[in-house]
């Protein structure tokens, strides 16, 4: 039973498009994320959600809008998709503020031509 | 602002051989410390954690002490096998503010048998 999950896995779409990134997390947690792992594995923070509620938005351009309809799921869409777009995109889920660890999906390698 | 530094890969090494792999914090809070792998094609996975100083995190053969100290908290293995190739990410958490896990840059790991 999987605990966070993320679709699609890959993403193939030409530059211009508008795409979105789903993912699920059945472990209860109340704060869910969003990551970004460049070509040299670098993983940065995109945004993070509590209660559905936005609590950290790392300076992300303006074409990514995450959205979160309830605790469980946070997607995400992006609009007018850029080469420097590629990458791949972590969904994570952690109970707040009891220091845990995150848990991740599986991850969704988006690649732009 | 928070953040963690580990040793630039890769780092190769013969099968059976003893495993170190650096990494130094900066937080201005009581982070709890986490060392996560990501094997190949894969998403990541807490390896080990520690929570306070002086805790050691341990799993499958892989240690790691909490040095506040030396704000450091170097990974470990006493003798690394062929699957243990994989990528490792050091992190930390401060959970009582904005409960953002902050990634190290990671570390490539080859085994060779």
């Known amino acids: 039973d999987t605990a966070v999950s993320q679709t699609p896995k890959y993403l193939v779409t030409q530059m211009g498009n508008d795409k979105s990134i789903k993912c699920e997390q059945n472990?209860?947690?109340?704060?869910m994320y969003w990551y970004k792992q460049d070509s040299k594995k670098f993983l940065k923070i995109m945004f993070s959600?509590?209660?559905?509620?936005?609590?950290i938005n790392e300076t992300v351009p303006n074409r990514f809008s995450p959205k979160s309809p309830d605790k469980a799921h946070l997607n995400l869409h992006i609009n007018s998709l850029e080469l420097g777009d590629s990458a791949v995109y972590f969904c994570?889920?952690?109970?707040?503020?009891?220091?845990?660890?995150?848990?991740f999906g599986q991850g969704t390698r988006l690649t732009v031509v | 602002g928070d953040s963690v530094t580990q040793m630039e890969g890769p780092v190769t090494l013969s099968e059976e051989a003893f495993l170190t792999i650096n990494c130094t914090y900066t937080?201005?809070?009581?982070?709890?410390l986490f060392w996560y792998v990501q094997y190949p094609g894969e998403g990541l996975q807490l390896l080990l954690k520690?929570?306070?100083?002086?805790d050691k995190g341990s799993n499958k053969g892989f240690e790691a002490t909490y040095r506040k100290e030396t704000t450091s908290f170097h990974l470990e293995k006493g003798s690394v096998q062929v699957s243990d190739s994989a990528v490792y990410f050091c992190?930390?958490?401060?959970?009582?503010?904005?409960?953002?896990?902050?990634f190290g840059k990671g570390t490539r790991l080859h085994i060779l048998p």
């Open positions: 937080a201005t809070g009581y982070p709890s």
């Open positions: 472990l209860g947690h109340d704060t």
């Open positions: 994570a889920s952690s109970q707040r503020g009891m220091n845990t660890e995150a848990f």
């Open positions: 520690a929570t306070k100083a002086d």
């Open positions: 992190a930390l958490s401060v959970g009582n503010r904005d409960d953002k896990i902050i």
């Open positions: 959600y509590n209660n559905k509620e936005l609590i």
